[in-house]
Nanobody, 122 residues
Framework: QLQASGGGLVQAGGSLRLSCAAS????????MGWFRQAPGKEREFVAA????????YYADSVKGRFTISRDNTKSTVYLQMNNLKPEDTAVYYC?????????????????WGQGTLVTVSS
């Protein structure tokens, strides 16, 4: 199971850190990812990290502003979001990948958290 938290309301230019806590024994063997879904839009990839944390991958829209990281001792993956923009407003979902590698498509993930809402005001 995956439990995402850390969402909230923030002004444009502000920061938030999302957390995703995993239960079970599979976390440390899997790549992890963050996706988001804005109202009326399809879910989109945000960031991914490999099992070891040595490889990361970002959507162009968040590159340079967001940082994904993980702590395998705590079975938790993080998404640090800086310089937030109104277009970042969405429900953010964490997901566990089918492999230990980074992955950018939702079909490569088979466990999903419940989502946490991020609202960025202008």
């Amino acid at each position: 199971q995956l439990q995402a938290s850390g969402g909230g309301l923030v002004q444009a230019g502000g920061s938030l850190r999302l957390s995703c806590a995993a239960s079970g024994r599979t976390f440390s063997s899997r790549g992890m990812g963050w996706f988001r879904q804005a109202p009326g839009k399809e879910r989109e990839f945000v960031a991914a990290i490999s099992r070891s944390g040595g490889s990361t991958y970002y959507a162009d829209s968040v590159k340079g502003r967001f940082t994904i990281s993980r702590d395998n001792t705590k079975s938790t993956v993080y998404l640090q979001m800086n310089n937030l923009k109104p277009e970042d407003t969405a429900v953010y979902y964490c997901a566990a990948g089918r492999t230990m590698l980074v992955a950018a498509t939702s079909s490569e993930y088979d466990y999903w958290g419940q989502g946490t809402l991020v609202t960025v005001s202008s």
